[in-house]
């Protein structure tokens, strides 16, 4: 059974704390968080309003928490949150950042700077984006995640076999193609607008939590926004830490993971390499009497035979050895 260290015990776990994530993450115990996923302030500095060939108004990120006087100002505030997130971090815990080309490479360069080791770099690629209204570039159609550990030396959390069975039994790679949020998932307000203009889908979170945490982990999320870290934490059987600022957001927050099923504990069950489940060795069988020396053990095809001896080994015909020597003969 996993025990709490005394770190975990004191942390609002499963909350959505209200402040400026920066003052909040400073007021955690140094240590205690497993996992970061941070959806950072793209800093996307719109020059007026888009609109489509009909003359309707596109959504954009237009609000105060996006909006920054320079990049300087820009940059200071990612070096701050940044700071505050390595010191809660575990030493072997994990960050995920995602961004738009307006501010990843800023984040990615400070991120080195305060000695988080990039492990990969993630192009999420939409199945859907918004079109290019303006003809004037390229439709842009990814953003970009930075996954890193704590420091070169951590040992972090990767679930390569539950990755690659999440993909049907092929490795995964570092471009993952998943649509927006649209339909049932998009959350609305009670004018029934888009609740947040950046809601992430669960299917990224999905995988970014199998992939890199385990059951009973703690995934700290300082940007909350809607909850979506939170929502699929709980599916997951994970423990989650929301900081918010915005009231709307925290209220809709709320709401939306209060009615989330967390799944049993067998089904969180995931696929794991062969050299990490644990191994009985044949010689135990025998010396508990779940086998005898005599017994004989057949091939599925019931072509070979073989029988058990004294010492755990078996013999079969003129052959004799380890279960594993005596079935490689075979």
Not at 14 to 28: A, T, W
Not at 248 to 264: E, G, L, P, Q, T
Not at 277 to 283: A, N
Request: charged fraction near 25%; aromatic fraction near 8%; hydrophobic fraction near 35%.
């Amino acid at each position: 059974m996993k025990t709490k260290t005394k770190a975990a015990a004191k942390l609002p776990l499963n909350e959505i704390l209200e402040g400026d994530c920066i003052k909040v993450m400073n007021s955690l115990p140094e240590g205690s968080v497993d996992m970061i996923f941070a959806d950072p302030p793209y800093n996307l500095q719109l020059q007026g309003d888009l609109h489509r060939p009909d003359n309707s108004k596109v959504d954009a990120v237009d609000d105060a928490w996006d909006q920054f006087a320079s990049f300087a100002s820009y940059d200071r505030f990612t070096k701050a949150w940044l700071k505050a997130a390595r010191r809660l971090l575990k030493p072997h815990g994990g960050i995920w950042v995602i961004g738009s080309y307006h501010n990843i490479f800023r984040v990615g360069s400070e991120m080195q700077n305060q000695g988080f080791w990039i492990l990969n770099d993630v192009v999420w690629r939409k199945t859907n984006p918004m079109p290019n209204f303006r003809g004037k570039r390229l439709t842009n159609a990814h953003e970009t995640m930075i996954w890193a550990s704590k420091e070169q030396a951590s040992k972090y959390t990767f679930n390569y076999d539950a990755l690659k069975a999440l993909n049907e039994g092929i490795q995964m790679r570092s471009d993952w193609v998943l649509p927006i949020c649209t339909g049932h998932e998009r959350l609305k307000n009670d004018a029934g607008d888009k609740a947040h203009p950046t809601q992430k889908p669960e299917s990224l979170l999905h995988r970014i939590i199998v992939g890199s945490t385990n059951p009973g982990d703690v995934i700290l999320d300082p940007f909350f926004g809607t909850g979506t870290t939170g929502a699929v934490a709980k599916k997951l059987g994970r423990e989650f830490i929301g900081i918010e600022r915005e009231e709307a957001y925290r209220k809709v927050a709320a709401k939306r993971i209060s009615n989330i099923r967390k799944f049993d504990k067998e089904s969180l069950q995931v696929t794991t390499a062969k050299r990490a489940e644990p191994r009985v060795p044949f010689g135990q069988l025998v010396e508990r009497g779940m086998l005898n020396p005599g017994d004989e053990l057949y091939s599925m095809n019931k072509r070979h035979k073989v029988r058990v001896r004294a010492d755990g080994t078996l013999i079969g015909g003129d052959v004799k050895g380890s279960i594993h020597q005596v079935g490689a003969h075979l």
